[in-house]
């Protein structure tokens, strides 16, 4: 706009001084030598005054134009622009959202596999599953003795192998306990008349449990999360 308004002046400027050129020569008519005379003084008056009101004026009007011609663009433009950014990012959005809802199935099946196989070293070490599944009402107490006895080791020979149990709080059950302010909320619980601010004093039920090692066994190749330990079938 600004080039087009110099182009606009420069012409005028050009055209004033070729009309006050042309006009300077002799006419014989009087009423055509006194309009040219009146349109000269004009002249005159635009070409003594044209840095301070034509070119002005002429640059205002084009940088009006300028303006509104930018205002109408962008209105425009903008929308477009947004249109295309919205089908862009609605595109990744989409996609995102579906990696978002795989991912969050491989975690699950993921934990629930980790769970199972948990189960599965301890049926595989100490046959528990089988002791569960016993209908002990077939057996007297001795009999019932010695199995748990015997599943009760071999779990806890697991345990101690790959979790090696600790207690949370080294105070023996029934014994008082002061829990202080600022206690581990995730290791102790408190449970009864709890009223206040610590910290209070309690009686120990439960000592709690915690890994003191937290060794993973390996995962096994099954595929079926569901499988938690296969059928044993001898061949003869």
């Known amino acids: ?8 002046n420069a012409g005028i400027y050009q055209g004033i001084n070729w009309l006050q050129i042309k006009f300077n020569e002799a ?3 009087d009423i055509l030598i006194k309009n040219i005379s009146n349109t000269m003084e004009s002249l005159q008056i635009i070409s003594n005054h044209f840095y301070t009101w ?15 011609l930018w205002m109408f663009l962008k209105n425009f433009y903008a929308k477009e622009i947004l249109n295309v950014q919205g089908n862009v990012h609605g595109g990744k959005s989409k996609k995102k ?3 978002d809802f795989v991912d969050q199935k491989i975690e699950q099946e993921r934990k629930r596999r980790l769970f ?19 209908d002990l009402s077939l057996y007297d107490d001795e009999q019932i003795g010695a199995a748990v006895r015997s599943v009760q080791e071999d779990c806890k020979k697991t ?8 207690p949370v709080v080294e105070n023996e059950e029934g014994e008082k306990l002061m829990v202080e302010a600022g206690f581990d909320i995730d290791s102790i619980k408190l449970i009864g008349n709890v009223a206040g601010d610590p910290p209070f004093e309690g009686v120990v039920k439960h000592r709690g449990w915690k890994a003191g090692k937290r060794e993973i066994p390996k995962l096994s190749d099954i595929q079926d999360s569901t499988i938690i330990m296969p059928a044993e079938i001898e061949i003869q």
């Not at 345990?159 to 600790?166: C, E, G, M, P």
């Open 1 to 8: 706009m600004l080039l087009m308004a110099a182009g606009v």
């Open 54 to 68: 034509v070119v002005p004026m002429v640059l205002f009007l084009f940088l009006l134009m300028g303006l509104i």
């Open 159 to 166: 345990v101690k192998k790959y979790i090696n149990l600790k």
């Open 27 to 29: 006419f014989d008519n």
């Open 97 to 99: 959202t579906k990696k």
């Open 116 to 134: 199972l196989h948990s189960l599965s070293i301890l049926q595989r070490d100490g046959r528990l599953l089988d002791f569960f599944d016993e």
